[in-house]
């Protein structure tokens, strides 16, 4: 009959075969946790003082996730990210992880790819932008979007338990080097508008004047615009953060009334010409086509939050209001849309320098 000899943290039982199995308490279950079968019990011994150690540290790992494959995880972290994210960033996590992380990783155990393996991976990735790629935009950009869908995965399995550390140690390789984007004014803002076909107008506006995403443009409903209050409600937006209500401005209101009149749906607020849900690929081409005659070839939707927002910064909006206004939930995420333009440095400059005469000449009285 087997013999087991019990101590706090784990215990050897000396099976029939005359072999040693070292049982070790699992803290995810409460349960007793085979480890392995060993010829003495001294080597089982020591196992299990080794599965303590990485216990108290924080590394432990049950040997069954520990063998668990990149690609089998991989699967159920992007179906978690599927149900809680935005479909957007779901899609991208999805692309990301299909042409760039599985070919390489798929077929390894989690626990097998260390910090070397994925340093290797990501100079390979550097180097090495697909074809048609612009160079210099995928080693500055893109690439760290990859590593950062990566970084994430690693990020959850420790949090669960399946690896003692995250194996994504490149330093900066999450930083995005992109250069910081030109805005536009306000005084062109308006300029595109007035170019644009009417039904298009209100799209602009909401972009450039009340920062909103084209995603949250996409989803408005009739009742989330109150011309009444001059307000507009997001109800569905990427983040929890970017559900609210924003004011808009006074000079929207005859777009808005005319929007609303001439092209909204029933249910909608942006409708395509011919009577369909309004979305991105009904927009991007007359966008490329409206900027490009403007004289703006790369300036993008997402830049006319910018300008939103600069806007707002430099009309005196503070950090938590400029949060609320862009819909997130750090002050970090914010301070990228923050530019600071020739005419606002003047400004700042002369009200210092009228402010520092001010007090010299009350000095002197």
């Given at each position: 009959m087997a013999k087991?000899?019990?101590?706090?943290?784990?215990?050897v039982r000396t099976l029939p075969s005359g072999k040693h199995q070292a049982l070790v308490h699992d803290p995810l279950t409460s349960r007793r946790l085979s480890i392995g079968t060993f010829d003495t019990k001294a080597v089982a011994d020591r196992a299990i003082r080794e599965a303590s150690a990485k216990q108290i540290r924080g590394e432990w790992v049950r040997p069954q996730?520990?063998?668990?494959?990149?690609?089998?995880?991989?699967?159920?972290?992007?179906?978690?990210?599927?149900?809680l994210r935005a479909e957007n960033t779901y899609k991208d996590y999805r692309k990301n992880l299909e042409r760039h992380i599985l070919p390489h990783f798929g077929r390894a155990?989690?626990?097998?790819?260390?910090?070397?393996?994925?340093?290797?991976?990501?100079?390979?990735?550097v180097e090495n932008p697909p074809v048609g790629a612009d160079p210099d935009k995928w080693k500055a950009s893109t690439a760290r979007k990859i590593y950062r869908t990566l970084n994430a995965l690693f990020n959850a399995a420790v949090r669960e338990r399946r690896v003692?550390?995250?194996?994504?140690?490149?330093?900066?390789?999450?930083?995005?080097?992109?250069?910081?984007?030109?805005?536009?004014?306000?005084?062109?803002?308006?300029?595109?508008?007035?170019?644009?076909?009417?039904?298009?107008?209100?799209?602009?506006?909401?972009?450039?004047f009340v920062a909103l995403r084209f995603s949250e443009i996409h989803e408005l409903r009739r009742e989330d615009l109150d011309p009444t209050r001059r307000t507009v409600h997001v109800g569905k937006s990427k983040t929890p953060a970017g559900i609210r209500t924003s004011p808009y401005t006074e000079l929207m209101d005859p777009y808005v009334a005319e929007h609303?009149?001439?092209?909204?749906?029933?249910?909608?607020?942006f409708m395509g010409s011919r009577g369909g849900r309004f979305y991105s690929s009904r927009w991007n081409p007359y966008w490329i086509d409206l900027r490009t005659r403007m004289g703006h070839p790369?300036?993008?939707?997402?830049?006319?939050?910018?300008?939103a927002l600069t806007l707002a910064a430099e009309g005196g909006a503070t950090i938590p209001d400029l949060m609320k206004l862009a819909g997130?939930?750090?002050?970090?995420?914010?301070?990228?849309?923050?530019?600071?333009?020739?005419?606002?440095?003047?400004?700042?400059?002369d009200a210092l320098s009228q402010r520092i005469a001010k007090e010299l000449a009350a000095r002197r009285m």
């Amino acid at each position: 009959m087997a013999k087991s000899k019990r101590r706090t943290f784990g215990t050897v039982r000396t099976l029939p075969s005359g072999k040693h199995q070292a049982l070790v308490h699992d803290p995810l279950t409460s349960r007793r946790l085979s480890i392995g079968t060993f010829d003495t019990k001294a080597v089982a011994d020591r196992a299990i003082r080794e599965a303590s150690a990485k216990q108290i540290r924080g590394e432990w790992v049950r040997p069954q996730d520990a063998r668990v494959r990149f690609e089998d995880y991989a699967a159920e972290w992007l179906a978690e990210k599927k149900a809680l994210r935005a479909e957007n960033t779901y899609k991208d996590y999805r692309k990301n992880l299909e042409r760039h992380i599985l070919p390489h990783f798929g077929r390894a155990e989690l626990q097998a790819i260390d910090a070397t393996a994925i340093k290797h991976w990501f100079i390979h990735l550097v180097e090495n932008p697909p074809v048609g790629a612009d160079p210099d935009k995928w080693k500055a950009s893109t690439a760290r979007k990859i590593y950062r869908t990566l970084n994430a995965l690693f990020n959850a399995a420790v949090r669960e338990r399946r690896v003692p550390i995250n194996p994504c140690q490149i330093v900066g390789g999450s930083v995005s080097r992109s250069d910081e984007r030109d805005t536009i004014s306000a005084t062109e803002v308006m300029e595109l508008v007035e170019a644009a076909e009417p039904r298009y107008r209100l799209v602009i506006l909401l972009a450039g004047f009340v920062a909103l995403r084209f995603s949250e443009i996409h989803e408005l409903r009739r009742e989330d615009l109150d011309p009444t209050r001059r307000t507009v409600h997001v109800g569905k937006s990427k983040t929890p953060a970017g559900i609210r209500t924003s004011p808009y401005t006074e000079l929207m209101d005859p777009y808005v009334a005319e929007h609303l009149e001439c092209f909204a749906g029933p249910r909608y607020v942006f409708m395509g010409s011919r009577g369909g849900r309004f979305y991105s690929s009904r927009w991007n081409p007359y966008w490329i086509d409206l900027r490009t005659r403007m004289g703006h070839p790369d300036l993008t939707t997402h830049d006319l939050r910018h300008t939103a927002l600069t806007l707002a910064a430099e009309g005196g909006a503070t950090i938590p209001d400029l949060m609320k206004l862009a819909g997130h939930n750090s002050a970090q995420a914010v301070m990228r849309y923050l530019h600071s333009t020739e005419a606002h440095r003047q400004a700042v400059s002369d009200a210092l320098s009228q402010r520092i005469a001010k007090e010299l000449a009350a000095r002197r009285m």
